[in-house]
């Protein structure tokens, strides 16, 4: 049984090496054109271009976001130019410079939109279509002005708190007949508590201040290359010898083909 095993792979062997004979040209031809298609296909065909953007607001919830934005997504992947280019307010050459983009949300406050491209020209175009596509996400809009409106009315009410607190100080010194420690403490109190609802109204202005559309933060984007002469090459060659491997298997069956009609 081993000795037949044995046989066979050195049988096995004696064929592949009279297959390599055999079709020895046709093979080198093949995987040599398809290295110069892969050269060619280097420098003359397109250059695909990762860009990675930063688009920030304080008004983000991660989950959701993702969800929401994830439609840009899908017609991209399925090349839905059209509807791309309309969704982005861009025109449709520069939608389809477009090959693949994707959402991280794994940052707080922030969305990292990752994006191959094909052209650095329409770049600029590019990004304030993606901004401008967030900014009018009816969601993102909606949640932007709930959170303004509600620290509005909570800056109001404190002001009407300190307004009142100001009242009553002015009531308090205009009684004031004698200056006991019991008396001070009162008004120290009143000022205590000023400066506490003063301290609140800082954070929530602050808070409004920082409430903003999406924006870009890093301004000095950085293309890098999709493409490499070694693994083109390497692609191409690959391919060239497995098609021309193919092609010998091919003649060969066609040839047995033949001589067992003849036969």
Request: aromatic share 8%.
């Given at each position: 049984m081993t000795e037949n095993k044995e046989i066979d792979i050195i049988g096995l062997?004696?064929?592949?090496?009279?297959?390599?004979?055999?079709?020895?040209?046709?093979?080198v031809v093949i995987t040599l054109l398809s290295a110069i298609v892969g050269i060619l296909d280097f420098y003359l065909g397109k250059n695909y271009y990762k860009v990675n953007l930063i688009a920030t607001s304080p008004n983000v919830d991660r989950e959701i976001v993702y969800e929401i934005a994830s439609p840009i997504v899908y017609y991209?992947?399925?090349?839905?130019?059209?509807?791309?280019?309309?969704k982005l307010?861009?025109?449709?050459?520069?939608?389809?410079?477009i090959r693949k983009i994707e959402l991280d949300t794994s940052l707080t406050d922030a969305v990292i939109i990752s994006l191959n491209v094909n052209s650095k020209d329409n770049m600029q175009e590019l990004q304030g279509g993606l901004m401008t596509y967030f900014n009018e996400l009816p969601f993102f809009k909606s949640q932007l002005k709930i959170r303004q409106?509600?620290?509005?009315?909570?800056?109001?009410?404190?002001n009407q708190e300190i307004d009142d607190l100001n009242k009553m100080q002015e009531v308090v010194f205009d009684n004031l007949e004698d200056r006991n420690n019991s008396q001070m403490v009162s008004v120290g109190g009143l000022f205590s508590e000023m400066i506490e609802i003063y301290d609140r109204k800082v954070e929530l202005e602050k808070e409004y201040k920082s409430l903003h559309s999406f924006s870009l933060v890093n301004d000095n984007i950085i293309f890098l290359s999709q493409k490499s002469l070694k693994k083109n090459l390497i692609l191409y060659v690959f391919f060239g010898f497995f098609a021309s491997c193919l092609v010998g298997i091919g003649v060969d069956t066609v040839k047995k083909v033949r001589k067992s009609i003849k036969s």
């Open positions: 062997i004696a064929k592949t090496v009279l297959f390599f004979k055999r079709h020895i040209i046709s093979i991209i992947q399925n090349e839905m130019y059209d509807t791309v280019a309309q307010n861009v025109d449709l050459e520069v939608a389809q410079c409106n509600e620290i509005k009315t909570y800056i109001n009410v404190l």
